[in-house]
């Protein structure tokens, strides 16, 4: 086990085996796994990226200062071993929703609107599930960044961790206010790097830019989301005003939080 900044365990002696992969009944769940140093260096390696950038530090910072505890484990199969699972699952649902089942409830994000609102009481621990060097498809690859699904998974972290989840629908591609939030600081993260293009919805293959949606230059892509996400947005500044203050002062060409 390794601990980083002091609040967070990356620690391999458990996984989480995810419900309905290899035949697996029931509910996600951690179990036993063989431990492993090369998996725990390889996130520490990706914390380390994440906390060099700008936006990456914001989001580090605020998981500092609610002070609770994140642990990152592994997915692994039935044999213990970690699961080089497809980015698509390894970074989502699975993860989200054991982050949140820490509170006692079970399935808050992922693609399932569960209309269930954080009490502000927020999660004493959250567990985030990552099985980075996952082999991809081109598709997948194209997309898919182990900082940036690192960073999305922080950002459900730490909203669970305040109390804030939010399984609300928005009823546009992001499905509900929480993977809207997660995937807007995702972005911004993206965007600031820029070694990878922003995601237009939570599901990865819809991933384009949208600067296929504002050509000819007629309306910015910032003010082109502030326009359809107005609503959001403005529940992401209440819910996160510490986060989304700091955000809005990161220069980047995709920020609609920048004021
Ligand atoms: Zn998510």
Redesign the pocket.
Known sequence: MIVWRQHVRIDSSHGLLAAGTHGVSGADRLVRATPSEAYERHVVRVLNQIASSRVGALVVNRLTAIGRPLRIVPRVNLHQRIAQTPAAVS???G??RFAAGVTGREGE??ETNTGLVGTGRGARASIIAFSPGARLTSAQASVYAEDSALV??M??SLRALSGHEDGRGIGTHFHNI??FS??LVENIYRSSTGRHRIRES?RMHDARSFDDRTHAGQESVNDLFRRIYAKPLARFREQEPQLASALATVTAPFNPLRV
């Open positions: 970074f989502d649902r993860a989200n994000h992922g999305h998974e950002v459900h929480e993977e997660a995937i939570h």
